[in-house]
């Protein structure tokens, strides 16, 4: 199996509002600048994209896809995944 991840979307909402940063198709790494004054009570939303291609010419069963948050990072799902079967 092949995976490839790239971020989608950044949505901060902070007391200036909500700000959405859509980013390139594929990008793997993505940068939004807050500003100290409003750091402090900011949300931040990162949407991404997970591509699972199947390099093999059997069908791949039983798959689990799970990723960590780093030890000193916070965050919960807030939607579903989407899973689209292609060939």
């Not at 902070?14 to 600048?33: H, R, S």
């Not at 059997?58 to 990072?73: F, P, S």
């Not at 919960?76 to 689209?84: E, F, P, Y």
């Amino acid at each position: 199996l092949e995976i490839k991840k790239s971020v989608s979307k950044i949505v901060v909402t902070n007391k200036k509002g909500i700000q959405t940063y859509n980013q390139k198709d594929g990008q793997t790494l993505a940068k939004v600048e807050i500003g100290s004054k409003v750091l402090s009570g900011s949300n931040v939303t990162v949407e991404y994209t997970i591509k699972i291609t199947n390099k093999d010419s059997g069908q791949a069963e039983k798959i689990a896809i799970v990723d960590t948050l780093k030890r000193n990072a916070s965050g919960k799902l807030v939607r579903g995944a989407k899973c689209q079967e292609g060939n």
